[in-house]
T-cell receptor, first 115, second 113 residues
Framework: AQTVTQSQPEMSVQEAETVTLSCTYDTSESNYYLFWYKQPPSRQMILVIRQEAYKQQNATENRFSVNFQKAAKSFSLKISDSQLGDTAMYFC????????????FGAGTILRVKS | DTGVSQDPRHKITKRGQNVTFRCDPISEHNRLYWYRQTLGQGPEFLTYFQNEAQLEKSRLLSDRFSAERPKGSFSTLEIQRTEQGDSAMYLCASMGSPNEKLFFGSGTQLSVL
């Protein structure tokens, strides 16, 4: 079975600074995707970034980047130049490329950006 | 394309009542997923459809839960004889083809009193 662990229940960061959210996962499969989703107070689930496991290059989307360490099964999210609008719950998620593509989510990390 | 739409946004019901939620996926999306999210937790997979076929159901989906996607477009999730433990956010998501990105709706928040 696939599992996703987010060890930081809460994090805080000052506006304009950088923060890193941690995620580890467990699987015996080799073909999969990893995601970070953002869920603001509106509870709309918003895709932040996606990483294909077969790609060694770390994914980047504007101020968001990941550090993907496949051997260590680690997938951290770095947010640069943090903004107040980044305040949200962040979920790490794992998706097999087979078996229906269903997502397995971690428990989430609450990020608070302070002014 | 207006995204994944869910109705209602909120539902309050008394224990023992039946409730039904609706999800309209993004047009032409073949795959449709239902997830349940309790407060402070990540979403948990319930079931998914490939067109009108329900291909997988989680053991979380007790016999009081039933989902349909009769014409391969919108889907409904019904909970019979609701219990307080059913209180949660029910999220719907759709995907155009296998391994494409998953798009979520805004969810239906169910409160069972």
């Amino acid at each position: 079975a696939q599992t996703v662990t987010q060890s930081q229940p809460e994090m805080s960061v000052q506006e304009a600074e950088t923060v890193t959210l941690s995620c580890t996962y467990d699987t015996s499969e080799s073909n999969y995707y990893l995601f970070w989703y953002k869920q603001p107070p509106s509870r709309q689930m918003i895709l932040v970034i996606r990483q294909e496991a077969y790609k060694q290059q770390n994914a980047t989307e504007n101020r968001f980047s990941v550090n993907f360490q496949k051997a260590a099964k680690s997938f951290s999210l770095k947010i640069s130049d943090s903004q107040l609008g980044d305040t949200a719950m962040y979920f790490c998620a794992f998706q097999l490329m087979e078996y229906g593509n269903k997502l397995v989510f971690g428990a989430g990390t609450i990020l608070r950006v302070k002014s | 394309d207006t995204g994944v739409s869910q109705d209602p946004r909120h539902k309050i019901t008394k224990r023992g009542q039946n409730v039904t939620f609706r999800c309209d996926p993004i047009s032409e999306h073949n795959r449709l997923y239902w997830y349940r999210q309790t407060l402070g937790q990540g979403p948990e997979f319930l079931t998914y459809f490939q067109n009108e076929a329900q291909l997988e159901k989680s053991r979380l989906l007790s016999d009081r839960f039933s989902a349909e996607r009769p014409k391969g477009s919108f889907s409904t999730l019904e909970i019979q004889r609701t219990e307080q433990g059913d209180s949660a956010m029910y999220l719907c998501a759709s995907m155009g083809s296998p391994n494409e990105k998953l798009f979520f709706g805004s969810g239906t928040q169910l409160s069972v009193l």
